[in-house]
């Protein structure tokens, strides 16, 4: 009932937003006597913004078609190179660029959010290096045929990807994939795998939630598992591909992270309301592309989100030594060719301080050499991956940890 519900209310405030936006057009249409009173600007941009904050969205596009570098621009191509069912692998490279570049995988969260929220990461990367990018899929997506995705199988479709890049790419873990991308990590060490990472780049990701915990760490912790199994999963309804799966919906996720900062996503609509009411679209605008991508959410698999919560939350699995692969131990001692960066964020709420720079402390097996921990100053959670702290202070250390262990198995160069 829960998912038939929300498309009741989703069916309600389409029809509302379509009026919104129309009446928002009459308003401020200088061709309409009543756009000439005293309140109409304010009225006009008071239904732009709800139209804005109430209108559907389906999965944005990357829309990557250039790179400006040094005054000149760069045409990017982008390809999808590996289809599964849960995800596809997608392909960015610029004209120009130098053979011996770098090639980087980027593993982006599978947390309600499509891969797009990480435009700016690839954006940027795609500057100096190839890139790689996980584009997991909705799941009421996903036809029940296909199967059930968990923490293993997601392992798993890191370490194909892997292989079908090929030798010594560089991981860059985007929060919640961390975990699984250090234990698809280990799991390539230990077995000697041709194309275990030659680094992996670990950026807020919630390895060790012990530490400083967050908001979302408490709320984990603070219910057994079978409240959330009970509580927040929902069976896709029929008008979708993927109808009777199980999953967590995207539309809660959203709702949850909306709910944990409500007064500054208030105070965000406000300036833009009053930005619409002088005129001034060029300063609503970056509000309202934020949203348009905050806002587009997708569902994630049952199995995968509980046994998310279960394992990484609430067992603390992977720093207890207890995190399983296909019924094995996963042991990050076993990592000892593969580089590890850890960047956290000193304002993030989500993933508090400490908490993946604890990898590196349990990867036992790494000389200290091909460990390194950068703290972003005044970032906060989105600020590690998106915008100018990204692009001018995180980045370049994310290359130049990358130009450093360039290869499998060679020492630090600097």
């Not at 190839?130 to 045929?145: G, K, M, N, Q, S």
């Not at 509000?287 to 698999?301: G, H, L, N, P, Q």
Request: overall charge negative; aromatic content about 10%; charged content about 20%.
């Amino acid at each position: 009932m829960l998912y038939h519900a929300y498309e009741m209310q989703r069916a309600w405030l389409n029809g509302a937003s379509a009026w919104a936006s129309i009446g928002a057009e009459l308003m401020s249409n200088p061709s309409y006597p009543a756009a000439y009173l005293g309140m109409a600007p304010s009225a006009a941009s008071a239904l732009e913004v709800f139209a804005h904050a109430t209108q559907s969205r389906g999965k944005p596009a990357f829309e990557i078609d250039h790179v400006t570098i040094g005054g000149t621009a760069h045409p990017v191509t982008e390809a999808i190179v590996y289809n599964k069912p849960f995800g596809d692998l997608r392909r960015f490279t610029r004209d120009g660029l130098p053979a011996d570049a770098p090639t980087v995988l980027i593993v982006a969260p599978m947390s309600g959010h499509y891969a797009t929220l990480l435009r700016g990461t690839v954006e940027r990367m795609v500057e100096n290096a190839e890139v790689f990018i996980t584009d997991w899929a909705d799941a009421r997506d996903v036809p029940a045929a296909a199967g059930r995705f968990d923490l293993d199988d997601y392992i798993d479709y890191l370490i194909d990807f892997l292989a079908f890049i090929g030798p010594n790419t560089h991981v860059i873990a985007v929060c919640q994939p961390s975990v699984p991308a250090l234990a698809a990590t280990a799991v390539m060490n230990a077995g000697r795998h041709p194309a275990r990472p030659a680094t992996l780049t670990m950026m807020g990701g919630p390895i060790d939630t012990r530490c400083s915990p967050t908001t979302v760490n408490d709320l984990a912790m603070e219910r057994p598992i079978e409240w959330f199994r009970q509580s927040v999963i929902a069976t896709v309804p029929g008008q979708y591909r993927g109808h009777g799966r199980q999953v967590y919906p995207g539309f809660l996720q959203l709702a949850g992270f909306m709910s944990m900062n409500l007064g500054n996503h208030l105070m965000s609509h406000y300036e833009m309301f009053k930005h619409l009411t002088a005129g001034d679209d060029a300063s609503a605008d970056p509000t309202k592309a934020f949203y348009d991508e905050y806002r587009s959410v997708c569902d994630m698999t049952a199995e995968f989100y509980l046994q998310t919560v279960e394992e990484v939350f609430q067992k603390h699995s992977l720093p207890n030594g207890t995190f399983m692969h296909r019924g094995e131990p996963v042991d990050l001692g076993a990592i000892r060719d593969t580089a590890l960066l850890a960047v956290e964020g000193e304002r993030d709420d989500i993933s508090g301080l400490g908490q993946t720079r604890a990898a590196l402390d349990l990867a036992t097996g790494l000389a200290a050499e091909k460990k390194r921990y950068f703290l972003a100053e005044g970032a906060g959670h989105y600020g590690i991956f998106n915008g100018s702290r990204w692009r001018d202070k995180i980045a370049p250390v994310v290359e130049a940890f990358v130009a450093a262990h360039g290869r499998v198995g060679l020492k630090a160069v600097a």
